[in-house]
């Protein structure tokens, strides 16, 4: 039986199909159906129209700000060749997205969530548009860097990092050691994008989950426990220049489809963030603030 951890990464994926369906789609991910699996499909289709809309609307947009990120710094204003998904999921991007020649893609993630995504593509044939590499890894290990490292990532060159759909998962110990860790890897010019939320929304997302898992028991997906009110900071006290923080709805971050949120209860909207920044230094400093 899969953990919370792939059967959120299920789900996520069930949403970009849904998004690849439409006739105005944002963006279109042919993998997508089959990575989610038939159980995530029914999930999400069993699910009333409004709760689908809710649900998906912030993957989507997520999804298109950070596919349109990614487009930016392997194009060549930037030039960007090494790209880490961390938490890739069952992320496709590898093989969707139009890759720059030489682009070295690595996806981290738990091993059982690896092996079903490489059987999955297997059986699908699916062919990367660049250099891919998987990585099976534990963040809450500190090992992890090292494994990267000798899997190829050439540290002294610039790096795209992608945190997609993850800090928010992670125990706070963790979320800030992995930027520790990301810091420590990336030079100046590497690149930094995360989607993040802020601390009251960890209480918001997990009374919503409790409340689509009434509507559909069978519903699996992973608590939030990681928020930050100032993303800017939090990433300053890693050595990073933050260019741009939205939120899903903002000029840039609703492609002229989501402006709002459905409410379908009288929960208060969770303040969702995406962030993308850049390195200015290489190495923690020896002070730190801490995120609230």
């Given amino acids: 039986m899969e953990n919370d951890v792939a059967a959120t990464a299920r789900i996520t994926a069930s949403i970009r199909a849904r998004e690849t369906a439409r006739l105005d789609s944002l963006f279109q991910d042919p993998l997508a159906e089959v990575l989610a699996g038939p159980e995530a499909m029914a999930a999400l289709h069993a699910m009333p129209q409004a709760v689908q809309d809710r649900s998906s609307m912030?993957?989507?947009?997520?999804?298109?700000?950070?596919?349109?990120?990614?487009?930016?710094?392997?194009?060549?204003?930037?030039?960007?060749?090494?790209?880490?998904?961390?938490?890739a999921g069952f992320d496709s991007r590898a093989f969707r997205l139009s890759w720059p020649l030489g682009v070295?893609?690595?996806?981290?993630?738990?091993?059982?969530?690896?092996?079903?995504?490489?059987?999955?593509?297997?059986?699908?044939?699916?062919?990367?548009?660049?250099?891919?590499?998987?990585?099976?890894?534990?963040?809450?290990?500190?090992?992890?860097?090292?494994?990267?490292?000798?899997?190829?990532?050439?540290?002294?060159?610039?790096t795209a990092w992608l945190a997609e759909g993850l800090l928010p998962y992670l125990a706070p110990d963790v979320a800030i050691a992995m930027l520790?860790?990301?810091?420590?890897?990336?030079?100046?010019?590497?690149?930094?994008?995360?989607?993040?939320?802020?601390?009251?929304?960890?209480?918001?997302?997990?009374?919503?989950?409790?409340?689509?898992?009434?509507l559909s028991p069978s519903l699996k997906g992973a608590s939030f426990q990681?928020?930050?009110?100032?993303?800017?900071?939090?990433?300053?006290?890693?050595?990073?220049?933050?260019?741009?923080?939205?939120?899903?709805?903002?000029?840039?971050?609703?492609?002229?489809?989501f402006t709002t949120f459905p409410g379908l209860s009288n929960l208060p909207l969770p303040l969702l963030s995406f962030v993308l920044a850049r390195r200015h230094s290489r190495g923690k400093p020896l002070e730190r603030s801490h995120p609230e």
């Fill in 226 to 257: 990681f928020g930050t009110n100032d993303p800017r900071q939090l990433l300053a006290d890693h050595g990073w220049t933050t260019s741009s923080v939205m939120h899903p709805g903002d000029e840039g971050a609703n492609f002229g489809r």
């Fill in 104 to 158: 070295r893609v690595w996806e981290l993630d738990q091993a059982p969530l690896l092996a079903a995504k490489e059987a999955t593509l297997a059986r699908a044939a699916a062919t990367p548009g660049c250099e891919r590499h998987t990585l099976a890894v534990d963040f809450t290990d500190a090992d992890w860097p090292e494994l990267l490292t000798s899997a190829g990532l050439r540290s002294e060159l610039p």
């Fill in 180 to 214: 520790d860790a990301v810091s420590e890897l990336s030079p100046h010019g590497s690149h930094f994008a995360a989607d993040v939320v802020d601390g009251a929304s960890i209480i918001t997302r997990n009374q919503y989950l409790a409340g689509l898992r009434q």
């Fill in 58 to 87: 912030y993957t989507v947009i997520r999804t298109r700000v950070f596919d349109d990120w990614l487009a930016t710094i392997t194009g060549p204003e930037h030039s960007i060749s090494q790209v880490v998904l961390l938490g």
